[in-house]
Each structure stands twice: as C-alpha cells, then as structure tokens.
T-cell receptor, first 118, second 117 residues
Framework: DAGVIQSPRHEVTEMGQEVTLRCKPI?????LFWYRQTMMRGLELLIY????????DSGMPEDRFSAKMPNASFSTLKIQPSEPRDSAVYFC????????????????FGQGTRLTVV | AQKITQTQPGMFVQEKEAVTLDCTYD???????LFWYKQPSSGEMIFLIY??????QNATEGRYSLNFQKARKSANLVISASQLGDSAMYFC??????????????FGGGTRVLVKP
C-alpha cells in the first residue's frame, strides 16, 4: 500500500481565496483524522471520521473550515475564505478500527500539506 | 484541560547516552492506548511504540521502551544509546476508548531532542 496520500504537498494562496486539501487514506482503514500543526499550538485535531461519518468536529476553528468524506477513499478539508493565520502544516491520518480491547491501532500519517496564506 | 502533557519543550542528550521523555495523560476511560511518534526535521510522523491500558508489561521496541505508571498516569519514553539520527520532535498521544471519546487520538505539545556528538 502507498500509505496515506495528501495533496498538494505545498500550497501558497492569497488571503480570501478558497483552499482545498485532499487526502486518500489507507485502504481498509475506518478512521480518518485531520490535524493542523503550528509552532504556537502544536498538533491540533480538527475533525475525525469513522466510516465516512464525522464523529467530532469540535477542533474545527471556525465556520470557514469544513471537511467532507464522500467515500472511504477520499476526504477534503476546505478553508473558505483563507486567512494568513491559517498558515500551517495540515496532516491527514488514518487508522484501522478497534478490535475488542486491542487498542494498538496506530494512526498512519500522510506527508502533510504546507499551507501558506499571504 | 490538557489531555496529554509533555513538560519538556526541549532537551540535549549526549550521543550513546539514554534519555527519558516525560508524558502524563488525563482520562477517566478504563480503556485507552498511548502512542509515541517521532517527527524529524523532514516533517513526517513516524510511529515508535504503543502501550495499552490493560497491558501488564512495559512496551519495548528496539532502543525504545515505555515506562508506564498507570496509577500516576504517566507514560515516559526511554531512548537508550542515543544516536545522532534520534534528533527530532517526539510526541506522546492518547487514544481513548469507545466509551468516552469515540477513539479520538490527541497529541501532547512535543519535546524536541537534540543529540550531541
């Protein structure tokens, strides 16, 4: 398997523009996570899905952020309109479902998308 | 409230020596998992080691071991015989059981380790 695939790797956009980040999870994984990493705030969980359904979006900073998972092999994180403070590295991660008490279900991360909003 | 706390923002370690990275966590769920990840300067997140809340023994994986003290809610990572390639950010993470947070995976603030030759 190719692992979690994110695109684009780098994105530079102007303030006010719409930005769409894409993620293809590992086939067969039931969970998908979106994280944002900044120097100031570290790794923040924005939202996560289980079987394509959003479970917890409490980490989404504002209504400008939205995420979808139309099927098991694709998810998007959209920022509209973008602002300079959205500049960060955005990671997508996927993991298998839990089996009983076996919690060793590490999350596999994509390479991240470095977003710069100018 | 912080779920995962890493109190050491950065530390130096001499090559070939051992280093301990602190991690404390907060959960009321009896079923949870603790993970450590490494993030080198290239940016990727690399899984290192896992400890389950019901595991009786401390996890080990090569030069990595986890000092799990359940009553104190701590899960410190020990890296033995440090190598220059161990220089990186290290993140502690927790995944809570279905009963509470629905398998949410949250991370601490990280500890930057620099190995000196």
């Amino acid at each position: 398997d190719a692992g979690v695939i994110q695109s684009p790797r780098h994105e530079v956009t102007e303030m006010g523009q719409e930005v769409t980040l894409r993620c293809k999870p590992i086939s067969g994984h039931d969970y998908l996570f979106w994280y944002r990493q900044t120097m100031m705030r570290g790794l923040e969980l924005l939202i996560y899905f289980n079987n394509n359904v959003p479970i917890d979006d409490s980490g989404m900073p504002e209504d400008r952020f939205s995420a979808k998972m139309p099927n098991a092999s694709f998810s998007t994180l959209k920022i509209q309109p973008s602002e300079p403070r959205d500049s960060a590295v955005y990671f997508c991660a996927s993991s298998p479902s839990l089996i009983g008490l076996g919690m060793n279900t590490e999350a596999f991360f994509g390479q991240g998308t470095r977003l710069t909003v100018v | 409230a912080q779920k995962i706390t890493q109190t050491q923002p950065g530390m130096f370690v001499q090559e070939k020596e051992a280093v301990t990275l602190d991690c404390t966590y907060d959960t009321s769920d009896p079923s949870y998992g603790l993970f450590w990840y490494k993030q080198p300067s290239s940016g990727e997140m690399i899984f290192l080691i896992y400890q389950g809340s019901y595991d009786q023994q401390n996890a080990t994986e090569g030069r990595y071991s986890l000092n799990f003290q359940k009553a104190r809610k701590s899960a410190n990572l020990v890296i033995s015989a440090s190598q220059l390639g161990d220089s990186a950010m290290y993140f502690c993470a927790m995944r809570e059981g279905v009963a509470s947070a629905g398998n949410k995976l949250t991370f601490g603030g990280g500890t930057r380790v620099l190995v000196k030759p």
